[in-house]
């Protein structure tokens, strides 16, 4: 997915969520992040765009807590996060080519812009559960945040950053999305970790069903009864057991 198309992604679903808090009760708690209130869930996500940007800038920094992140009056919440966004943009073009810094070493600054594009998206879901406000991803961005997540996964830092992930190494077992318009995604768990690639056919275990909605099975925002499973549920009822995002 091209930068352009993820910057809209960026920018479509900050505003999503923006408009899904609008009025809401800073103090509520989101029922898919249950350890946050919305004010947390506001100020991650305007906190997360300004970290990446300086990443981009500046090089690395800790990771914020989002505890610690002050959006602000609700009045102002909107304009807060889409300065956020404006931001996380404005630095990834200035980049261009230049490596910075990230989890997996050297990359391009689109790195972070694709990592927060899909964090918000899955994010404005939240938000907007807690709102009892409508949710819509185009399907390409959530093909393309489906198979950025396996990136995450799939690389060998990942189960240093959260030890959870280490139980998704396995021994050759297959699991399969499949939205039902194309090959979709195989994952096997191997010994060293996760491997996954876009193709078609049998696994041990099938879940199909609306590219946006295996986005919010597969991050753990719809239940997995959302799609159809197939195959050997204790499968994937342990990946899903081990994915929390």
Known sequence: ???TRLAEGLHDH??????????????????????????????????????????VR??????????????????????WLLEGAADLEDAVLAAGETPVWTFFGPGPARFWLRRMAHDT??????????????????PDL????????????????????????AELRGTGQTLRADPGDGPGWLIT?????????????????????????????LTRRLPAGRVTITGDPTL????LAHTAA
């Open 1 to 3: 997915m091209d930068t």
């Open 14 to 55: 900050t505003a999503g969520l923006a408009a899904a808090v609008t009025g809401a009760d800073p103090d509520a708690r989101v029922p898919t992040c249950p350890d946050w209130p919305v004010r947390v869930l506001v100020g991650h996500i305007g906190q997360a765009h300004r970290w990446a940007a300086g990443i």
């Open 58 to 79: 500046s090089g690395p920094s800790p990771v914020p807590d989002p505890f610690d992140a002050d959006p602000g009056s609700p009045e102002k919440w909107s304009d």
């Open 121 to 138: 998206t899955v994010h404005h879901a939240d938000a907007a559960f807690a709102a009892g406000a409508a949710f819509e991803v185009a």
């Open 142 to 165: 959530a093909a393309d945040a489906i198979s950025e997540w396996l990136d995450v996964l799939s690389d060998p830092v990942t189960p240093t950053l959260n030890p959870a992930f």
């Open 189 to 217: 768990r191997t010994p060293d970790g996760v491997r996954w690639n876009h193709a078609a056919g049998p696994a041990d275990t099938t879940l199909a069903g609306p590219v946006g909605d295996l986005l919010l099975v």
């Open 236 to 239: 994937a009822e342990h990946w």
